[in-house]
Structures are given as structure tokens and as C-alpha cells.
């Protein structure tokens, strides 16, 4: 399909005549002058929905990812005076 050329001026005022046809699949340039200063063509998006089974082999789950955490394996964290100056309380 060739683009067609539309003046800024017949853009301006048919504006929603043209995103009809740019709905439509339609390209078209708009131009001042007789010289091509914007282009206006139908957006593409990528597919969002993940491709099942894209990380196997990537995410490597632990034996023990469901174990209890105990606060002696965040002594940083815990005993932290910037930590606590926010409020934060670490109940264990």
C-alpha cells in the first residue's frame, strides 16, 4: 500500500477522518508546502503475554526456598541504626 500525501492544513481539519483511515492500516504522510514533515501510520505493539516456558533453564529454584528465615541470617539489617530510624520493626 503507497502512502498518501495530505497537506497540514486538510490534516488539521480532517483530522478524524484520517485516524479513521490510519485504524484502517492506512499510512500517511502529512506535508507543508509539498515537502513530507510528519508521517502518521497505525501503531504496532508488541504481544505482552509471556511465551510459556521462556525462562527454562534460566530460574533455578532451591531445595530449601521454603524454609523459615531466621534473623541471625540478616544481622546487617537487624541490628542497623539507619534501619530502625524509619520505623521499621523487624518482628521475627
Not at 18 to 47: M, N, S, Y
Request: charged residues 30%; positive net charge.
Amino acid at each position: 500500500m503507497k502512502a498518501k500525501e495530505i497537506g497540514a492544513f486538510e490534516a488539521k481539519t480532517h483530522l478524524s477522518e484520517l485516524l479513521e483511515q490510519v485504524r484502517k492500516g492506512a499510512v500517511l504522510f502529512i506535508t507543508k508546502r509539498g515537502h513530507p514533515i510528519a508521517e502518521l501510520r497505525p501503531v504496532t505493539l508488541p504481544d505482552r503475554r509471556p511465551r510459556f516456558g521462556c525462562d527454562k533453564g534460566r530460574v533455578i529454584i532451591a531445595a530449601n526456598f521454603d524454609a523459615p528465615i531466621l534473623a541471625e541470617d540478616f544481622p546487617v539489617v537487624t541490628n542497623d541504626p539507619a534501619f530502625r530510624a524509619y520505623g521499621v520493626k523487624v518482628v521475627w
